[in-house]
Every structure is written in structure tokens, then in C-alpha cells.
């Protein structure tokens, strides 16, 4: 609590200045004082035990055995979003893209909206502020748009997250993967690619929702990702507001696509290992984030290579290509973000590389995850016809068609949701 009071002061009072003063050498000066707080904080609570842990690992290595205590400090749940949407804020106003908010009581409310406060999305001051000022009126579209989002939020969650997490212990091949043989790990790792889609799509499709309700007007930050065909529309669909808040603050910033091939690929990589860092404070999420960035720059510059043949159905063949490549690739990349330490995930791509099947171990045969396969094929349905916009266009059209969706998804959450209560993936971040 006293941590978001902190930032909200201090973006507060810079974004009032800042919309006082003219003189560009000052604005500088305020605009850094912002970053340079906002990240000392999330450095502090995020980042200070694992450079610590490697300058001391270092030592080691070099013959110096430091014995210095274990900080283990608590990461205050949600900081880095939270963190964000408040820079976004003094550099929207620096930019002179806002005007700076005068009410303390509207920036709070800002910072602190608690349906997306805690795992996003990251909301802009540009889109959220201007909606706070207004006045709110609960309407029937409104409620069942909001109600719609809210339960196809749960049903990805319980029923398509939580039941690939429990009934196939997904994270009993990822804690102790030298139990497991190439097959083991391979589907462990493509059911983790559904598994922490369902969760993180599923809450922010219950925060939009509930904000809906309230009468709030949020982005989506998941648009079926996984029918991307290259990784920039990968970007476009995974993570919307976080991709976003990278291009716009980070990746332009350090120049984008303006100086060169090689200047352009370096701002690439730069871009996702730090999108990977903020992820957490390991080196498995900065080789995941790097991956991402190499993905991006082969795609980008190999686009005129993967151009789509004229012929239709050749056309269409290359694109299911594309879109497969692109999830295995995603499916690859997301075995350093799930596992514990740098030496299990090079574990498990030695391993899955290798089609050693003697050590099969595996749970994907049980009656048990029937449920898991019937709720990833549901889900896929769903977004199959989402993805068709003719056939989802109409059905959005009818309210008897919507609410027979409704009824339809809460009844198979009462029939194959596990109610265990699994926390959300992206508290932890």
C-alpha cells in the first residue's frame, strides 16, 4: 500500500510540474526524476536479491566465499504493472500527448483501479483518466458484455489453465524434468503453451469484464495469439498492453526502425530482454525475452522470403505453415519462462532434441485428461470462430445468441472446472 501511495505522489506532483514548466532542460529533469524513482523502487523490491546472488556467485567463482545474509525480499503483488501504468503517465504528459491531471483523487483512482491492478492490463492515462472524469451508467449492453467477458475469463481459466495444471501436472515435468523422457517434456511444454494462455487471457478478460460493468472501457490484451503467423503479430495479439507499452516507450525511444538494419535489430533485442526482465529476475526470462527478439528480427527480414504464393489454397497452406512455426516456436521459447533454474530448461531442450522415449513417465494417457483435451478443443472452437469475423459479427448481433453463450460456458465451468483455487500465473510478477 505505502509503495503505490509513493509512486502515485511522486508521478503526481512531476506530471503537475511538468504541465507548468517550459523550459526543456527542467522537463528533462523532472521526467528522469520520475523514471529514476519508479525503477529504483521496482529494482529494489524485484531485482536487488538476484544481482546480489550473482555478484556473489561471482565472487565464488573467482576464490572470494562472501558470507553475506539472504535478503529475501517480498515482491509487492502487482508492481510491475502498476509501475508502468504510472510511467506511462509522466511520459505521456512530457511528450505533451496529455495535459496533467489536477485532481489527486482521479490520478489515485488511475493508478490504483483494482480490476487490472494486480496482473493488468497495463492501462494508459490517455485511454483510463478521461473515462474517471465521466459520469457512469449501467446499461443492458454494458452488463452483458461484462458478464460475457467475466465468464469466458473463468471458463479459460478453470476449466482450460487449472485443469492442464492439475489433472497433468504440468509442473511436475518442469520441477523435476530428469524424471521425464523426450515425449514427456514435449507435451508437457506444448500444454504449457494453453496453460498460461488460459490463465493470463482468463484474468484479463475477468478485469475487463468487471471494469465493463463499472462502467469502464478497456483495451483487450489478448486477441487467440496463437493464430499469429509471424511473431510481430504475435506481439499484436500476446500481451497487447505490455507489447505495446514496450514499442511505444522503449522500442521508439531507443530509435526503432529508423537507423539501419543493425541498429534496428540491436533495438529489437534490447526491447524483448528487457520485456523478458520484467518478467523476473532470472536469466531464464532474459534468454526467453532474447529468443523473442531473435524471432522477430528473422521474421522481419525474412518477410520477403515467406511472401504467400498467389494460388488460394497454396496460400492458405503457407499461412497454417506459418501459424504452426510460429506456436512451436512460441512452445520452445516458453520452456526457459517455466522453469525453475537455467540448468532444468537446458535440461529439457537437451532432452526434447533427443526422442528418448525409454523414461516415459507420463500422465497424458489418463481417463482423467479427457477433460483437459475437451476443454483445449472447445477452446480452440471459440476462437476459430472468433477469428472468422463474417460468422462472430452476427452472432454478436443477436442478445438471444449471447446469452445462450453465456449459459452454455457457465454450465461446462459447473461440469469440467476445477475449483481447486489455483492462483493467477502473473501475481508472481
Given at each position: ?6 509512486s502515485t505522489?511522486?508521478?503526481y506532483?512531476?506530471g ?7 523550459r ?11 523514471i529514476?524513482?519508479?525503477l529504483?523502487?521496482?529494482?529494489i523490491?524485484?531485482?536487488?536479491d538476484f ?5 556473489e ?5 573467482i576464490g ?8 529475501n525480499?517480498?515482491l ?5 504493472f502498476?509501475?508502468?501504468q504510472?510511467?506511462?503517465y ?10 496533467p491531471?489536477?485532481?489527486f483523487?482521479n490520478?489515485?483512482?488511475y493508478?490504483?483501479?483494482?480490476p ?7 492501462v494508459?492515462?490517455t485511454?483510463?483518466l478521461?473515462q474517471?472524469?465521466?459520469p457512469k451508467d449501467l446499461?443492458s449492453?454494458r452488463l ?5 467477458l467475466?465468464v ?10 487449472d485443469n ?7 509442473n ?5 524434468p530428469?524424471?521425464?523422457s ?8 506444448l500444454m504449457f503453451?494453453?496453460q498460461i ?6 484474468y ?5 469484464g ?12 489478448f ?6 503467423s ?9 500481451h ?6 514496450l ?12 537507423k ?5 535489430s540491436l533495438n529489437?533485442?534490447i ?7 520484467w518478467?523476473g529476475?532470472a536469466l531464464?526470462f532474459?534468454?526467453w525475452g532474447?529468443?523473442?527478439g531473435?524471432?522477430?528480427i528473422i ?8 511472401k504467400?504464393?498467389?494460388n488460394?489454397?497454396i496460400k ?5 505453415f506459418?501459424?504452426?512455426l510460429?506456436?512451436?516456436?512460441t512452445?520452445?521459447a516458453w520452456?526457459?519462462f ?6 532444468d530448461s ?5 532432452t ?5 522415449i525409454?523414461k516415459?513417465n ?10 483437459c ?6 477452446v480452440?472452437?471459440i476462437?476459430?470462430?472468433?477469428e472468422?469475423?463474417?460468422i ?10 449471447r446469452i ?11 461440469l469440467?472446472?476445477?475449483?481447486a483455487g ?7 510478477f
Amino acid at each position: 500500500m505505502g509503495l503505490i501511495l509513493l509512486s502515485t505522489i511522486i508521478d503526481y506532483l512531476v506530471g503537475y510540474k511538468l504541465g507548468l514548466e517550459k523550459r526543456i532542460f527542467y522537463r528533462k529533469m523532472l521526467l528522469s526524476c520520475s523514471i529514476l524513482c519508479n525503477l529504483t523502487i521496482l529494482s529494489i523490491f524485484k531485482y536487488l536479491d538476484f544481482f546480489v546472488d550473482s555478484f556473489e556467485l561471482f565472487l565464488n567463482n573467482i576464490g572470494l566465499n562472501p558470507d553475506w545474509p539472504t535478503l529475501n525480499i517480498v515482491l509487492p503483488v502487482g508492481i510491475s504493472f502498476y509501475t508502468f501504468q504510472s510511467l506511462s503517465y509522466t511520459i505521456d504528459v512530457y511528450r505533451k500527448q496529455l495535459s496533467p491531471e489536477k485532481s489527486f483523487l482521479n490520478f489515485a483512482t488511475y493508478i490504483s483501479m483494482f480490476p487490472q491492478l494486480v496482473a493488468g492490463p497495463i492501462v494508459r492515462a490517455t485511454k483510463l483518466l478521461p473515462q474517471i472524469k465521466s459520469p457512469k451508467d449501467l446499461n443492458s449492453y454494458r452488463l452483458l458484455k461484462g458478464v460475457e467477458l467475466i465468464v469466458w475469463g473463468y471458463l479459460l481459466k478453470v476449466v482450460l489453465a487449472d485443469n492442464l495444471g492439475f489433472l497433468i501436472h504440468i509442473n511436475g515435468y518442469f520441477d523435476t524434468p530428469q524424471k521425464f523422457s523426450s515425449l514427456d517434456l514435449i507435451l508437457a511444454t506444448l500444454m504449457f503453451s494453453f496453460q498460461i494462455y488460459g490463465d493470463f487471457a482468463g484474468y484479463s478478460l475477468i478485469a475487463i469484464g468487471l471494469a465493463k460493468i463499472l462502467g469502464f472501457d478497456l483495451d483487450p490484451n489478448f486477441k487467440r495469439p496463437y493464430f499469429a503467423s509471424s511473431f510481430s503479430e504475435f506481439w499484436k495479439r500476446w500481451h497487447i498492453s505490455l507489447s505495446s507499452w514496450l514499442r511505444d516507450y522503449l522500442y521508439i525511444s531507443l530509435g526503432g526502425n529508423r537507423k539501419g538494419v543493425i541498429r534496428t535489430s540491436l533495438n529489437l533485442i534490447i526491447t524483448m530482454v528487457l520485456g523478458g526482465l520484467w518478467h523476473g529476475a532470472a536469466l531464464t526470462f532474459i534468454i526467453w525475452g532474447l529468443l523473442h527478439g531473435i524471432y522477430l528480427i528473422i521474421f522481419k527480414y525474412l518477410g520477403s522470403i515467406l511472401k504467400y504464393n498467389e494460388n488460394k489454397y497454396i496460400k492458405d497452406l503457407q499461412k497454417l505453415f506459418l501459424i504452426c512455426l510460429v506456436f512451436f516456436l512460441t512452445s520452445f521459447a516458453w520452456v526457459f519462462f517455466r522453469s525453475n533454474t537455467l540448468d532444468d530448461s537446458l535440461y529439457i531442450t537437451k532432452t526434447i532434441f533427443t526422442f528418448d522415449i525409454s523414461k516415459t513417465n507420463s500422465n497424458f494417457a489418463t481417463p482423467l485428461v479427457v477433460k483437459c483435451f475437451l476443454a483445449l478443443f472447445f477452446v480452440l472452437i471459440i476462437d476459430i470462430f472468433r477469428e472468422t469475423r463474417c460468422i462472430y459479427s452476427f452472432y454478436k448481433k443477436s442478445y438471444f445468441l449471447r446469452i445462450l453463450g453465456v449459459l452454455i460456458s457457465a454450465w461446462i465451468i459447473l461440469l469440467f472446472g476445477n475449483f481447486a483455487g489455483n492462483e493467477f500465473v502473473y501475481f508472481q510478477f
